[in-house]
């Protein structure tokens, strides 16, 4: 995809979600932290639902620990993965009273530190709680990088690295939300609607077809 290209593929991204914001239901970088942990594997509606009865009462690492393992595996059943997810989270929690004085840490290496905080979850958190300039690569970001062309590779962190040279540092945590929301409506997984997609003059895929 020529440079020319990449600037008006995001501009029509741009232009075509404005609105776009995370998904996930959260107050807090905590309670984010641990929804972005739910979401693997799961429906952002999913985990909505089971977060808004887990936070009620557990919605800080703290109140958390008062879970067993069992017990939260209870809440998060229905999320998939229940048995290593609660393992995370109960572990994640007890690493951030430990080491870091009950508060979310901020930079992506320390999120990184945290039990079951892979860089896709640290770059979220980062990013959308905190503000910082990062792109997270989930399903969504990565398919639709490839097939646009604005990022190629066969790994998360190869199509991060391009998105950051593609993407103004400033509209980095923006393009995640426009990535996401692209491959949720339009630029589906087995479907993509490429005669109804207004980036099919931009694609690397579409012109391939
Ligand atoms: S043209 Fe097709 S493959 Fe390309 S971004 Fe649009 S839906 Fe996806």
Redesign the pocket.
């Known amino acids: 995809m020529k440079s020319t290209d990449k600037k008006s593929a995001l501009a029509e991204l741009e232009r075509l979600y404005p609105e776009a914001k995370p998904a996930l239901h959260y107050n807090t970088p905590y309670e984010l932290l641990v929804a972005v942990v739910l979401s693997a594997q799961c429906t952002d509606a999913r985990v909505n639902i089971v977060t808004a009865k887990l936070f009620e009462k557990y919605s800080t690492p703290e109140a958390m620990l008062a879970l067993s393992q069992e017990e939260l595996e209870k809440y998060i059943f229905s999320c998939g993965f229940y048995r290593m997810k609660a393992r995370h989270i109960l572990s994640a929690s007890k690493d951030i009273i430990e080491r870091f004085h009950g508060v979310v840490p901020q930079t992506v290496e320390e999120l990184m530190s945290l039990d079951g905080v892979g860089k896709k979850t640290a770059n979220v958190v980062y990013s959308v709680a905190f503000g910082g300039d990062a792109i997270a690569v989930d399903t969504h970001v990565f398919r ?1 990088s490839n ?2 062309g604005l990022a190629k590779g066969k790994t998360p962190e190869r199509v991060e690295e391009g998105l950051q040279k593609a993407v103004p540092k400033s509209d980095w945590s923006k393009a995640h939300h426009w990535l996401i929301y ?1 491959g949720r409506r ?2 589906h997984s087995q479907k ?3 005669l109804g ?1 207004t ?2 003059a931009y ?1 690397d ?2 012109r391939k077809k």
Request: proline share 7%; hydrophobic share 25%; glycine share 0%.
């Open positions: 639709v097939r646009l692209h339009v630029c993509p609607d490429c997609c980036l099919k694609c895929y579409y």
